[in-house]
């Protein structure tokens, strides 16, 4: 895997949590209407994880015509929606509330006996929904990965193959702990808005070391590779 060089990323930095919520619900609100504008529907894909909590609960209560936008995952464990682990789980709870829960929910995990079936089952039921994505919400852990980019994924050149024509692939990685589900790069890159939150000072540091030199750690690739100008919100 080699980074290239790409559009700058937009910082957009908050003195709150919960004012980077606000403000990230306001924008992603903003470009789901666009969508149901335009298209006469929206598609979101929001991160797993503790961190999209708050943003979660305030996208929540935007006022939008929630029955005209499809939400799905950016990656999944391959665990069942009743793990405690479900990116999915997290995603119901905490985002298809209030005037959200008129959403419709595209989930990644599907039952199979593999990971690599899953991923075809995934991929299968995905092709029906209205690409491409309106919003990407990534996040992103200490070690640089995002959605299911880990540095040690086994074919990592192949998650990250920006001509791949598939939409989700199975990922094995042993700092990922579980096998996972990831949407490609080329289907997360091809959102109207790709938008990477991290909070904390140890995240910004190793976004900002990404950016900053040539280690080709997967945030830096998909940066890199979105067509516009990535955002990224930060907040201590």
Known sequence: ????????????????????????????????????????????????????GRFFAALSRE????GKVTVTLVDERFVPETSS???????????L????SAARFAP????????EDGARLAESALKTLPWPLDAAILGMGGDGHTASFFPDAVG????????????????????AGEPRLTLTLPALVGAGLVVVHIEGAEKRNVIEAALATDKALPIRTVIDRAPRAAEIYWAP
Do not use: C, Y
């Open 108 to 115: 990644l995990f599907q039952e199979a006996t593999s990971v």
């Open 156 to 175: 990592l050149d192949a998650l990250l193959d920006p001509a791949t024509s598939r939409l989700v692939m199975p990922v094995h990685s042993d700092s």
């Open 63 to 66: 006022e939008l015509d929630w």
């Open 85 to 95: 682990r479900s990116n999915a789980s997290l995603a119901k709870a905490n985002l």
């Open 1 to 52: 895997m080699s980074a290239m060089a790409g559009i700058a990323p937009h910082w957009n930095e908050f003195e709150t949590r919960d004012a980077l919520a606000a403000s990230l619900a306001v924008a992603v609100a903003d470009t789901l209407r666009a969508a149901i504008s335009r298209r006469g529907e929206a598609f979101l894909a929001v991160s797993g994880g503790s961190t999209p």
């Open 97 to 100: 509330q209030n005037a959200a």
